[in-house]
């Protein structure tokens, strides 16, 4: 699909639709739908700044491209003034007091945000079900999860209700979704664009990332949100991607794919096949396959869920209902924490804050999560080692289609193993993107 964004400034410039349209006809469509997309609508800012972009267009005076284009925001981004819940009962009432570099760069571009997104409480989850607001429902069937955690992104680009969302990715949480719902999603390099602002979830892997419908339209947004930030000092300055760069394809010789990741029982014979075929197709165009060694599945698995929990479960000893978030009184102090913490977070959020300060513990750190960064730095090792041989890495999103809404809610286990295509390439923080499945030529 060509450029939406592109397409929808030719449209304001040419005078084919106001910009106030184009706002009032999306807000309409989230309003209406019943995905469970929604946790909050911006419609008053939204509306504002569409006057000010037709005010300037009535002048004759220029925008930029990004101006006017109504967007969607994850509810984990700080945005000044709005509701931001990360879907939790903790938070609910929680509104930010700034707002987040990657958001606030959209802004000085003339984007608009229209909607705060449903997604799993903190970043937790592959379905977007672990949510406040109700489960969010699959673009193309109801009855399906949306993939998670930024599944409410996911599913407003799937179904035009925005033209982009800005999503968050830790393990995975862009990739998944935009898989589920067939369009595009990318986890950049880490550090590329700046996570101040982004409620942390696993800080050594968390990343800002856009979903959209065109590779061009990722390419612009990434452009817009990149670059270094004096508030993260995990970010780094990054060159801009010309189009030139992602129109052509002529750069690509060799191609690589992880052999146990296809010969595996966990793999839906259904996907193992459009995966080998989209192979088959490659090697027809003159690009050179090479099937590569990885890490096996668990070991993938329980490295990222050990070391993300383990952060998460530090990120988050910050809301105890002291600065953030619903307060629950009880006799003292040790006692307020404990209610406001056990009555506030979901059963998952509470699973991985017990699991990871049980990895972080005197008597277990050594064995668990000392070994875990090892096997990060393995993995990454062998990530170097391959991309001597290969210019990118081939693989599914996920090894079956979305599951029912419900079924992975009982079994946490099930989920997690999920993840198993997405979390290698987090641990070793490199950039990944999400096509949909079918377009791969
Ligand atoms: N599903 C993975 C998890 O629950 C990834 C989530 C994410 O990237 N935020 O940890």
Same mark, same amino acid.
């Not at 925001?73 to 000044?80: E, F, G, I, S």
């Not at 390419?219 to 970010?235: E, H, P, V, W």
């Given at each position: =699909?060509?450029?939406?964004?592109?397409?929808?400034?030719?449209?304001?410039?040419?005078?084919?639709?106001?910009?106030?349209?184009?706002?009032?006809?999306?807000?309409? @469509?989230?309003?209406?739908?019943?995905?469970?997309?929604?946790?909050?609508?911006?419609?008053?800012?939204?509306?504002?700044?569409?006057?000010?972009?037709?005010?300037?267009?009535?002048?004759? +005076? /220029?925008?930029?491209?990004?101006?006017?284009?109504?967007?969607?925001?994850?509810?984990?981004? =700080?945005?000044?003034?709005?509701?931001?819940?990360?879907?939790?009962?903790?938070?609910?009432?929680?509104?930010?007091?700034?707002?987040?570099?990657?958001?606030?760069?959209?802004?000085?571009?003339?984007?608009?945000?229209? *909607?705060?997104?449903?997604?799993?409480?903190?970043?937790?989850?592959?379905?977007?079900?672990?949510?406040?607001?109700?489960?969010?429902?699959?673009?193309?069937?109801?009855?399906?999860?949306?993939?998670?955690?930024?599944?409410?992104?996911?599913?407003?680009?799937?179904?035009?209700?925005?033209?982009?969302?800005?999503?968050?990715?830790?393990?995975?949480?862009?990739?998944?979704?935009?898989?589920?719902? /067939?369009?595009?999603?990318?986890?950049?390099?880490?550090?590329?664009?700046?996570?101040?602002?982004?409620?942390?979830?696993?800080?050594?892997?968390?990343?800002?990332?856009?979903?959209?419908?065109?590779?061009?339209?990722?390419?612009?947004?990434?452009?817009? =949100?990149?670059?270094?930030?004096?508030?993260?000092?995990?970010?780094?300055?990054?060159?801009?991607?010309?189009?030139?760069?992602?129109?052509?394809?002529?750069?690509?010789?060799?191609?690589?794919?992880?052999?146990?990741?296809?010969?595996?029982?966990?793999?839906?014979?259904?996907?193992?096949?459009?995966?080998?075929?989209?192979?088959?197709?490659?090697?027809?165009?003159?690009?050179? *396959?090479?099937?590569?060694?990885?890490?096996?599945?668990?070991? &993938?698995?329980?490295?990222?869920?050990?070391?993300?929990?383990? +952060?998460?479960?530090?990120?988050?000893?910050?809301?105890?209902?002291?600065?953030?978030?619903?307060?629950?009184?009880?006799?003292?102090?040790?006692?307020?924490?404990?209610?406001?913490?056990? +009555?506030?977070?979901?059963?998952?959020?509470?699973?991985?804050?017990?699991?990871?300060?049980?990895?972080?513990?005197?008597?277990?750190?050594?064995?668990?999560?000392?070994?875990? @960064?090892?096997?990060?730095?393995?993995?990454?090792?062998?990530?170097?080692?391959?991309?001597?041989?290969?210019?990118?890495?081939?693989?599914?999103?996920?090894?079956?289609?979305?599951?029912?809404?419900?079924?992975? @809610?009982?079994?946490?286990?099930? =989920?997690? @193993?999920?993840?198993?295509?997405?979390?290698?390439?987090?641990?070793?923080?490199?950039?990944? &993107?999400?096509?949909?499945?079918?377009?791969?030529?």
């Amino acid at each position: =699909m060509d450029s939406q964004i592109k397409h929808l400034h030719q449209q304001l410039v040419n005078k084919q639709i106001t910009c106030t349209k184009l706002i009032q006809e999306k807000l309409d @469509l989230l309003q209406k739908n019943t995905h469970n997309t929604v946790n909050s609508l911006l419609n008053k800012s939204a509306l504002a700044s569409a006057a000010k972009v037709d005010a300037k267009l009535k002048n004759g +005076e /220029k925008i930029g491209l990004l101006e006017g284009i109504p967007f969607g925001v994850k509810d984990v981004y =700080m945005l000044q003034g709005t509701f931001t819940t990360a879907s939790s009962e903790l938070l609910k009432n929680y509104k930010s007091p700034y707002t987040a570099t990657a958001i606030q760069k959209l802004l000085d571009a003339g984007a608009i945000p229209i *909607v705060k997104e449903n997604c799993d409480s903190f970043g937790h989850g592959s379905s977007s079900e672990n949510t406040i607001f109700g489960a969010v429902k699959n673009a193309l069937n109801i009855e399906l999860v949306a993939g998670g955690s930024s599944g409410g992104s996911a599913v407003n680009v799937a179904k035009d209700f925005t033209v982009f969302s800005i999503g968050g990715d830790t393990g995975g949480s862009i990739r998944q979704p935009a898989g589920y719902n /067939k369009i595009y999603g990318l986890k950049p390099t880490y550090g590329r664009i700046s996570r101040y602002g982004l409620m942390a979830y696993a800080s050594s892997t968390d990343c800002v990332g856009p979903l959209a419908k065109s590779v061009e339209d990722i390419r612009i947004i990434l452009n817009a =949100m990149s670059g270094k930030d004096a508030k993260d000092q995990t970010s780094i300055n990054s060159k801009e991607i010309d189009k030139k760069a992602i129109s052509d394809g002529k750069s690509v010789k060799t191609i690589g794919y992880f052999k146990n990741f296809i010969e595996n029982d966990a793999i839906d014979a259904e996907v193992k096949a459009d995966f080998l075929a989209s192979i088959e197709k490659i090697k027809t165009s003159g690009i050179e *396959v090479k099937a590569l060694d990885f890490f096996k599945s668990d070991i &993938l698995v329980s490295t990222y869920y050990t070391l993300a929990m383990a +952060e998460t479960a530090s990120n988050l000893s910050r809301l105890d209902g002291t600065n953030y978030g619903n307060r629950i009184e009880a006799d003292n102090l040790i006692e307020t924490y404990a209610l406001t913490r056990s +009555e506030n977070f979901s059963e998952e959020t509470k699973r991985r804050i017990v699991g990871g300060n049980q990895v972080l513990s005197q008597g277990f750190s050594d064995e668990i999560y000392l070994k875990s @960064l090892a096997l990060r730095d393995q993995i990454s090792a062998n990530f170097d080692q391959d991309f001597k041989e290969v210019d990118l890495i081939l693989s599914p999103v996920t090894p079956s289609e979305p599951p029912k809404i419900g079924e992975s @809610l009982k079994d946490p286990h099930a =989920m997690y @193993l999920s993840d198993v295509y997405t979390v290698g390439f987090s641990l070793g923080q490199l950039p990944t &993107l999400t096509v949909p499945q079918g377009t791969v030529t």
